[in-house]
């Protein structure tokens, strides 16, 4: 996980630069603004990521010698039939429309999205996938 947390290390180090020369040639407090946050956005995560690196020890991703099977094999369940994902970046669609253009599209979305949301959930509580 060193490697992980130096690249935020990294950009947090870009971002803080990039921001104070950026304030110096253009003296634009919006923008130097957000470069700073985004510096310590990439400060914080890096400095997670280098902390909990101490007490995770050596992963097999960190050891150049590793074998594949040195890895944990369980990276979690992802249904590979399932069509919700798709229901719910259109709902998040929809619901981004409906800030930009009209406040009944953004109802519209959001309902579509809590609709989506819900179906995705209980997926698997129901129907032909359902557990017995």
């Known amino acids: 996980m060193k490697i992980e947390g130096f690249l935020f290390a990294?950009?947090?180090?870009?971002?803080?630069l990039l921001a104070a020369v950026y304030w110096?040639?253009?003296?634009?407090?919006?923008?130097?603004?957000?470069?700073?946050?985004?510096?310590?956005?990439?400060?914080?995560?890096?400095?997670?990521?280098l902390y909990t690196s101490r007490r995770v020890g050596v992963r097999p991703e960190d050891d150049p010698y590793a074998n594949i099977e040195d890895a944990?094999?369980?990276?979690?369940?992802?249904?590979?039939?399932?069509?919700w994902p798709l229901a719910v970046?259109?709902?998040?669609?929809?619901?981004?429309?409906?800030?930009?253009?009209?406040v009944w599209l953004l109802l519209l979305g959001v309902g579509l999205l809590m609709a989506a949301t819900i179906g995705?959930?209980?997926?698997?509580y129901h129907g032909s996938f359902a557990d017995v």
């Open 10 to 16: 990294g950009g947090a180090a870009f971002y803080g």
């Open 24 to 49: 110096l040639i253009t003296k634009e407090i919006v923008g130097s603004t957000v470069l700073a946050l985004s510096g310590a956005l990439a400060f914080l995560v890096g400095f997670y990521i």
């Open 72 to 83: 944990d094999p369980d990276y979690g369940f992802y249904s590979p039939h399932s069509w």
């Open 89 to 102: 970046g259109f709902g998040t669609f929809v619901t981004i429309l409906g800030l930009v253009f009209a």
């Open 120 to 124: 995705l959930v209980f997926e698997y």
